[in-house]
């Protein structure tokens, strides 16, 4: 099992950048390891994933050229730079791990974390 902790999340203005990680309890190199987006009354949103071996990675259009998501498996961490943020990208972010591969569903991966939130004035 892995213990996934978010941190990174805070206040943004349109334009800002942020950096949010994920820290794993144990090792990830065999995960897959994605983040997702949810806003109050919304369904989950892809936002990205990536490979165990950084195989990818891979975005959706709304944050594609702004988010870059990278990987440290020595360290059992996960980044994602989110630059030129929009309101829209405001929400509680959760960072995710798959067992096998690569995946912009959510229901297939097994383990989560609590989620850090990136806010806004308005």
């Known amino acids: 099992q892995v213990h996934l902790v978010e941190s990174g999340g805070g206040l943004v203005q349109p334009g800002d950048s942020l950096r949010l990680s994920c820290a794993a309890s144990?090792?990830?190199?065999?995960?897959?390891m994605g983040w997702f987006r949810q806003t109050v009354g919304k369904e989950r949103e892809f936002v990205s994933a990536?490979?165990?071996?950084?195989?990818?990675?891979i975005y959706p259009n709304s944050v594609k050229s702004r988010f870059t998501l990278s990987r440290d498996n020595a360290k059992n961490t996960v980044l994602l730079q989110m630059n030129i943020l929009k309101a829209k990208h405001r929400g509680e972010y959760f960072c995710?791990?798959?067992?096998?591969?690569?995946?912009?569903?959510?229901?297939?991966?097994?383990?989560w974390g609590q989620g850090t939130e990136v806010t806004g004035d308005s």
């Open positions: 990536i490979g165990p071996s950084g195989v990818g990675p």
């Open positions: 144990g090792p990830i190199s065999t995960y897959g």
């Open positions: 995710a791990a798959i067992t096998n591969g690569i995946s912009m569903r959510d229901w297939k991966y097994v383990y």
